[in-house]
């Protein structure tokens, strides 16, 4: 057991503010005595949000579900909505909680994103949008996606929980599909403790995001939507601002520690990584590799509970598959995504492992 891990690695640890700098915008805050609703911090972060994600509009929400909540709304969408199995529960539960039923897709093999030639397969006259997700911060095709939504006259919503600052050629993930949602979990690179944001190309939508995110008070006596309590508060948006400045320097760590990662697992046959088209620039969201037994040797789930033997916690994203939710009575005949499912595994992956922490992950792997 010489790899054992003295304290345990789990698979990433939230950037934290620097105290002293935090400290002083609570100060600021205590003096304003201004907590939430629309505040000098959430404007302030709005602002260099999109200035970063280099979108036209972008509004911030308590967190990613409840933004994607709003955005189901803002889109009116309604009937049968086509997504994606290989996904965190929040994707299909935002649309059950619409009235809508999530109409799942088989993804391809490389991208682990949504198939999309399979996705005019499931277009009904109930279809209203599809909801992609760019998995692990790896874009979909979102050309081909346009081109589908555009021939059926179907909405687009990308989950983009993973994709911060994701770009394809030089265009910001968040200018794709009628909108994007952005997760700001601890969780995620970018964090606001918790959090998360819309962003969208057509300035029209606006109005009912912001009706929408605030109970649908228009002003005063004035309610015009049936809208849900979506703020961000002061604290939130306070810690998002001095997290900001963290993040590019966490990049670039992230991008030796992938390096480091492949130069040495990519030694032995079975060990795929995620394909990333040249032009794309990758979020560094997670690092997940896939384990192919036949070729390796051992399974996932062996390796899986290898790790914790040394008190490394990685994580079998996604697994189980949306489809085999016990409340969850569709098909499940999807043998792309079971697959991936069944061999893929996000490890470790934040800026504070050093060289020698990623070393002996790979030695556990590699046996
Ligand atoms: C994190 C995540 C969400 C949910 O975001 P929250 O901010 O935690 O509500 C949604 N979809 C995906 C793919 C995620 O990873």
Redesign the pocket.
């Known amino acids: 057991m010489n790899h054992f891990f003295k304290s345990p690695i789990y698979i990433t640890k939230p950037l934290l503010p620097d105290r002293e700098k935090y400290f002083e915008l609570l100060n600021n805050i205590f003096d304003s005595g201004i907590l939430s609703n629309n505040g000098k911090y959430l404007l302030e972060l709005e602002g260099s949000l999109r200035s970063i994600l280099d979108v036209p509009n972008l509004r911030l929400f308590n967190?990613?579900?409840?933004a994607?909540l709003t955005a189901i709304r803002v889109l009116n969408l309604a009937g049968e909505v086509i997504t994606t199995p290989f996904?965190?529960p929040?994707?299909p539960h935002t649309l059950i909680w619409n009235g809508i039923k999530p109409v799942f897709c088989d993804i391809e093999e490389t991208s682990m994103n949504i198939d999309v030639f399979e996705i005019e397969k499931y277009i009904t006259n109930k279809t209203s949008a599809i909801l992609a997700?760019h998995t692990f911060g790896t874009p979909c095709h979102v050309g081909k996606i346009e081109r589908i939504a555009h021939d059926h006259n179907l909405k687009v919503i990308y989950?983009s929980?993973?994709a911060f600052m994701t770009k394809i050629v030089y265009e910001s993930i968040g200018n794709f599909g009628d909108i994007s949602m952005f997760?700001?979990?601890p969780?995620?690179l970018f964090h606001t403790s918790?959090?998360?944001a819309l962003t969208y190309n057509n300035s029209s939508l606006d109005e009912k995001v912001q009706l929408l995110r605030n109970f649908g008070i228009k002003e005063e006596g004035i309610i015009l939507e049936s809208g849900i309590n979506g703020k961000m508060n002061e604290l939130q948006a306070a810690m998002g601002l001095i997290i900001l400045d963290l993040v590019e320097e966490e990049r670039k760590k992230r991008e030796s520690i992938s390096n480091l990662y492949k130069q040495i697992l990519s030694q032995r046959n079975g060990i795929y990584f995620q394909q990333l088209h040249e032009l794309v620039v990758p979020s560094y969201q997670y690092f997940p590799i896939r384990i192919k037994e036949k070729e390796f040797g051992k399974s996932r789930d062996f390796i899986y509970d290898e790790l914790k033997k040394y008190n490394v916690f990685a994580r079998k994203y996604f697994y189980p598959l949306c489809t085999e939710y016990s409340y969850y009575d569709g098909p499940k005949d999807f043998p792309v995504a079971k697959t991936v499912s069944n061999e893929v595994l996000c490890l470790p992956f934040y800026g504070e492992l050093t060289e020698s922490d990623v070393e002996n992950i790979c030695n556990i792997i590699l046996g």
């Open positions: 967190n990613g579900t409840t994607l996904t965190f929040a994707t997700v989950d929980a993973h997760s700001f979990h969780t995620k918790e959090g998360g």
